[in-house]
Antibody, heavy 121, light 108 residues
Framework: QVQLQESGPGLVKPSGTLSLTCAVS?????????WSWVRQSPGKGLEWIGE???????HYNPSLKSRVTISVDKSKNQFSLKLSSVTAADTAMYYC??????????????WGQGTLVTVSS | EIVLTQSPATLSLSPGERATLSCRAS??????LAWYQQKPGQAPRLLIY???NRATGIPARFSGSGSGTDFTLTISSLEPEDFAVYYC??????????FGQGTRLEIK
């Protein structure tokens, strides 16, 4: 059973950089899956941030692309999110998730429990 | 960006009743649409993919239909554990992947 666990600071100062890590257990990050970050805030619902393949290929949400970096560490079986120049609008529950190919298209089949990040001074 | 609009925002029903949830896309997503269930304090759970295929372990009372721009999630006979928030999600025209704003299914 694949499990994902987010970790990182729960409080980030405005204009700072949000950094989160997702540890993958029960499976290899080098499997034929994509790995993604999704956030959820009361005002905007679920918002896809981006995704990465173990080769390092990435896709980002155009609305966040200028501030987002997703990276993978195969030696630690984990992937990470960095979001720069944060504001209060970035306050949200952040989830990491696995994307699996279901016939033709990738869908989210495993999720972490989420970690709440608050942007405040 | 494809916008997914879910209706109704809130649906109040009793256990045993049939639930019908709608998701409308701003442009065609073919059949590349999924439905997720989210309970308080939990992450979303995949129910339906490719509009009508049940994910592993999902009970047969959940079914999905539709293609193009109009999709429906049906729960044939509500169980107490089905009361939750439901989201649709598309991956036909991306980036970005987009989600609907959710339908809250509450006990009447």
């Amino acid at each position: 059973q694949v499990q994902l666990q987010e970790s990182g600071p729960g409080l980030v100062k405005p204009s700072g950089t949000l950094s989160l890590t997702c540890a993958v257990s029960g499976g290899s990050i080098s499997s034929d899956n994509w790995w993604s970050w999704v956030r959820q805030s009361p005002g905007k619902g679920l918002e896809w941030i981006g995704e990465i393949y173990h080769s390092g290929n990435t896709h980002y949400n155009p609305s966040l692309k200028s501030r987002v970096t997703i990276s993978v560490d195969k030696s630690k079986n984990q992937f990470s999110l960095k979001l720069s120049s944060v504001t209060a609008a970035d306050t949200a529950m952040y989830y990491c998730a696995r994307l699996t190919l279901m016939e033709i298209v990738l869908y989210f089949d495993y999720w972490g429990q989420g970690t709440l990040v608050t942007v405040s001074s | 960006e494809i916008v997914l609009t879910q209706s109704p925002a809130t649906l109040s029903l009793s256990p045993g009743e049939r639930a019908t949830l709608s998701c409308r896309a701003s442009q065609s997503v073919s059949s590349y649409l999924a439905w997720y269930q989210q309970k308080p304090g939990q992450a979303p759970r995949l129910l339906i993919y490719d509009a009508s295929n049940r994910a592993t372990g999902i009970p047969a009372r959940f079914s999905g239909s539709g293609s193009g721009t109009d999709f429906t999630l049906t729960i044939s006979s509500l169980e107490p554990e089905d009361f939750a928030v439901y989201y649709c999600q598309q991956r036909n025209n991306w980036p970005p992947i987009t989600f609907g704003q959710g339908t809250r299914l509450e006990i009447k």
